[in-house]
């Protein structure tokens, strides 16, 4: 039994203090932990991928990966985002219109319809938590990234795991580096956005029932 995780830097394990802290590794074991029927995890996913930079990993790199997977989880859209918004704070500007949205949108479809195509895997989409809870705009828009991987997860009949409800209220504690919750701390040098150990393994344990239904989980025991 194969699990693939598909992501950009959360994913990749950004800012875990080791790789088997970071969620898809944490997943992995804890599910071998208590199952006899042991599955093998792989991870498709660099630090700041877009969702144009997944699309052309899936159909280039992980074609027989995803094949051979029992289940995949896809978390991606923060980069595009986080792009679109880190020039007009830098060097002025407007922030991104509605063409982000149509663009993630189209690489997002092409990303499950590939997965379809290869795999009759369980798919699971993760919404994006949101790093800047205190800034009015990045709730706007977060709010818009993750109502279009929504709608495009039904349309692959792909399960949608709430990884925003997990992080919200608690962005300070399992955020590394957080700072106010605005935009705006972005320009501090860093970027406080991806999840710290405890982060990680709180997404961990969100996700994983969405994985491996205690459903699927009964069925392949026997």
């Given at each position: 039994m194969i699990y693939t995780a598909l992501g950009?830097?959360?994913?990749?394990?950004?800012?875990?203090?080791?790789?088997?802290?970071?969620?898809?590794?944490?997943?992995v074991t804890t599910y071998n932990r208590s199952n006899p029927r042991t599955i093998k995890g792989y991870v498709l996913a660099r630090s700041g991928w877009t969702s144009s930079?997944?699309?052309?990993?899936?159909?280039?790199?992980?074609s027989e990966?995803?094949?051979?997977?029992?289940?995949?989880?896809?978390?991606i859209g923060g980069v595009d985002l986080a792009?679109?918004?880190?020039?007009?704070?830098?060097?002025?500007?407007?922030?991104?219109?509605?063409?982000?949205l149509v663009q993630f949108r189209r690489n997002l479809n092409a990303i499950l319809r590939q997965i379809r195509k290869t795999s009759s895997a369980r798919i699971v989409c993760c919404t994006q938590y949101n790093p800047f809870p205190n800034s009015s705009?990045?709730?706007?828009?977060?709010?818009?990234?993750?109502?279009?991987?929504?709608?495009?997860?039904?349309?692959?009949?792909?399960?949608?795991?709430?990884?925003?409800?997990?992080?919200?209220?608690?962005?300070?504690?399992?955020i590394d580096g957080y700072r106010e919750g605005q935009l705006e701390d972005?320009?501090?040098?860093?970027l406080p956005i991806h999840p710290n150990d405890r982060g990680h393994r709180v997404i961990?344990?969100?996700?994983?029932?969405?994985?491996?239904?205690?459903?699927?989980?009964?069925s392949k025991k026997k």
């Amino acid at each position: 039994m194969i699990y693939t995780a598909l992501g950009d830097s959360i994913t990749f394990g950004d800012n875990a203090s080791s790789p088997k802290l970071a969620y898809p590794h944490l997943t992995v074991t804890t599910y071998n932990r208590s199952n006899p029927r042991t599955i093998k995890g792989y991870v498709l996913a660099r630090s700041g991928w877009t969702s144009s930079n997944l699309l052309d990993a899936v159909l280039w790199q992980g074609s027989e990966m995803i094949k051979r997977s029992s289940v995949v989880s896809v978390w991606i859209g923060g980069v595009d985002l986080a792009n679109a918004a880190i020039t007009p704070l830098v060097n002025g500007g407007p922030f991104p219109n509605m063409t982000l949205l149509v663009q993630f949108r189209r690489n997002l479809n092409a990303i499950l319809r590939q997965i379809r195509k290869t795999s009759s895997a369980r798919i699971v989409c993760c919404t994006q938590y949101n790093p800047f809870p205190n800034s009015s705009i990045a709730v706007e828009w977060i709010g818009r990234l993750n109502q279009t991987t929504q709608g495009i997860a039904a349309a692959y009949d792909a399960k949608i795991a709430p990884a925003h409800k997990w992080f919200e209220g608690k962005q300070a504690e399992l955020i590394d580096g957080y700072r106010e919750g605005q935009l705006e701390d972005i320009l501090g040098g860093t970027l406080p956005i991806h999840p710290n150990d405890r982060g990680h393994r709180v997404i961990a344990n969100g996700l994983s029932p969405y994985l491996f239904p205690k459903s699927n989980v009964s069925s392949k025991k026997k």
